[in-house]
């Protein structure tokens, strides 16, 4: 089974600072690797695709990187409404395709 | 406009059946691969299962194979999601989401609303 593990659980950064989340896959996922955004109350939101690909609509202060096991979603000037709880996802490795990362709460610091 | 609209929100006792639903609009719903994704109370993101409503191939987590039923109804544009006896650890929001592409490996880009189930006697 592959295990996508995120860190850190909770970050913490003001308004208009840079936030960076990592996630690590237990083997390599090429760059089948997927960021949602969850805010409460809502369904998942996907952010970015293909490790590095932003889905329609989303705006370019988000952005992905990595390949293989490492993983990162950079968010380069925080807005409000950024503040939520982000996810990753691999969907590389069957039988446990699409699996999930335990999440990332950003938080307002 | 793409979308996915699911059922209600469920109260259910031990033991009982449930069948939930997730109807898709503003795209050829026999032409995307629909998966369910669970979500317990304030925890992470779980998949469950997926289905081509085109020709009904269905996948399983091995997590969730056995535990639920997934099918669709294409003339209804309608995936479903069932179980025959429910558990109080079945309590969960449920949401289905579409694949960004009719290949299998691909991001879930539409998600429904989510059906809430609770389970309690």
């Known amino acids: 089974e592959i295990v996508m593990t995120q860190s850190p659980a909770t970050l913490s950064v003001s308004p208009g600072e840079r936030a960076t989340l990592s996630c690590r896959a237990s083997?390599?996922?090429?760059?089948?690797l997927a960021w949602y955004q969850q805010k409460p109350g809502q369904a998942p939101r996907l952010l970015i695709y293909g490790a590095s690909t932003r889905a329609t609509g989303i705006p370019a202060r988000f952005s992905g990187s990595g390949s293989g096991t490492e993983f990162t979603l950079t968010i380069s000037s925080l807005q409000s409404e950024d503040f939520a709880v982000y996810y990753c996802q691999q969907y590389n490795n069957w039988p446990y395709m699409y699996t999930f990362g335990q999440g990332t709460k950003l938080e307002i610091k | 406009e793409v979308q996915l609209v699911q059922s209600g929100a469920e109260v259910k006792k031990p033991g009982e059946s449930l069948k939930i639903s997730c109807k898709g609009s503003?795209?050829?719903?026999?032409?995307?691969?629909i998966g369910w994704v669970r979500q317990m109370p304030g925890k992470g993101l779980e998949w469950m299962g997926i289905i081509y409503p085109g020709d009904s191939d269905t996948r399983y987590s091995p997590s969730f194979q056995g535990q639920v039923t997934i099918s669709a109804d294409k003339s209804i544009s309608t995936a479903y999601l069932q179980w025959s006896s429910l558990k109080a650890s079945d309590t969960a929001m449920y949401y289905c989401?579409?694949?960004?592409?009719?290949?299998?490996?691909?991001?879930?880009?539409?998600w429904g609303q989510g059906t809430m189930v609770t389970v309690s006697s």
């Open positions: 083997q390599s996922v090429s760059s089948n």
């Open positions: 989401a579409r694949l960004g592409s009719s290949q299998l490996g691909d991001a879930f880009d539409i």
């Open positions: 503003g795209y050829s719903f026999t032409s995307y691969w």
